[in-house]
């Protein structure tokens, strides 16, 4: 598939990073460029060589939110038969490998969304995060009123979805909704060092991690909890454990074989 709103790389063919390319309209998301990220998310997921994924914006923008011209002349019927605007949005989700978010500039509305559907969120010191919605007079569609109250607690989510007021970088690092803020120079830097960090370890262990870290999001403690615990026991049926164990004994580097 030939791709017109992102553009596409690989980083030292381990990383596969998605950078969203719609300058003139702050990477506003439509269904064209959300088909293209799906299948360029799905391809990488399915490609061995891969260990990580990024997504990134520009430097204004990650993305300032679903397209609004696009959605102004929506009728319910539209949306609620097309999956308009909130299609494909699974795709993200369901992704198996690891996913972080490199924003700089805006994230508002379905940007601060799909960011937060992301891993984790490495942020740019000028990120900018919001959900504004409802100054358009819709709410948030694809998830910001859920996942944003677990990140950041319901105080602050109630107050962004009610006021529609945006977060800077320092208060999304204080409330827990990007792990790290860095220099905006530095954003890629940063984060392809953690994507290719990642690629170190045994991918079975790092998807085991992830699927476990989203338990905590998705069921009760004891579920998840337990959840882990036989996740945890598994992997010592892995060769990468074994290989990860016998390094640190004997004071070598780990070479994980993913198996
Ligand atoms: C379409 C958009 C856009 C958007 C910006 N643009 N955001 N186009 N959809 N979400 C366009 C502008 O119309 C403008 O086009 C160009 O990008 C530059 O934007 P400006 O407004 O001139 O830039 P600036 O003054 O710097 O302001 C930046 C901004 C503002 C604060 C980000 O653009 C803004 O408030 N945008 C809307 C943010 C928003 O409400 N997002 C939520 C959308 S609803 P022209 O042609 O004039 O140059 C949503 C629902 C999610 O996301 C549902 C998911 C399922």
Redesign the pocket.
Known sequence: MAYELIEVRTEAGKVGVITLNRP???N??NNQLMDELGQAMKGFDADPAIGCMVITGSE??FA??????A?ATYTFADVYKGDY??RN?ETIRSVRKPVIAAVSG?A????C?LAMMCDFIIAADNAKFGQ??I??G?I???G?TQRLPRAVGKAKAMDMALTGRMMDAAEAERAGLVSRVVPLDKLMEETLGAALQICEYSQIAVLAAKESVNRAFEGSLSDGVMFERRMFHALFATQDQKEGMDAFVNKRKPAFRHE
């Open positions: 003139k309209q702050l506003a998301l204004k923008a300032a939110g679903a397209d609004i011209g959605m605007i909130t949005w805006f508002l509305g379905g940007g969304e504004p919605e100054k358009l819709i948030p569609g694809a910001g």
